[in-house]
Nanobody
Framework: QVQLVESGGGLVQTGDSLRLSCTVSGRSFNTVTVGWFRQAPGKEREFVAAISWSGRRYYVGFLEGRFTISRDTFQSTVYLQMNSLKPDDTAVYYC????????????????????WGQGTQVTVSS
């Protein structure tokens, strides 16, 4: 059983930065792919970024280079650094883990992730 705990959300202004953290426990950290998703009110959950068990990074196109995913294997934590935040980035952000080594091309598909955190709220005011 894998547990994920997100932290780092909050209320910020347009143009500010935030760093979200996702701490992974219950399984060796370098055996899971961890993805970040977000869900805004009234919208479907959407993929943001992922880092594979081997450290390969994958981003969704609309980020325009503003977000960076990274990991600290000693802390078993995955980070999502978010810069130049916009009101459209307002959402609940979730991290999720895939323990079955799905293909890189599947990372945007939420159904491959079999463990999810509780989410952390990010609100960007204009």
């Amino acid at each position: 059983q894998v547990q994920l705990v997100e932290s780092g959300g909050g209320l910020v202004q347009t143009g500010d930065s935030l760093r979200l953290s996702c701490t992974v426990s219950g399984r060796s950290f370098n055996t899971v792919t961890v993805g970040w998703f977000r869900q805004a009110p009234g919208k479907e959950r959407e993929f943001v970024a992922a880092i594979s068990w081997s450290g390969r990074r994958y981003y969704v196109g609309f980020l325009e280079g503003r977000f960076t995913i990274s990991r600290d294997t000693f802390q078993s934590t995955v980070y999502l650094q978010m810069n130049s935040l916009k009101p459209d980035d307002t959402a609940v952000y979730y991290c999720a883990a895939d323990s079955d080594h799905h293909l890189y091309s599947d990372y945007e598909n939420s159904s491959i992730y079999n463990y999810w955190g509780q989410g952390t709220q990010v609100t960007v005011s204009s």
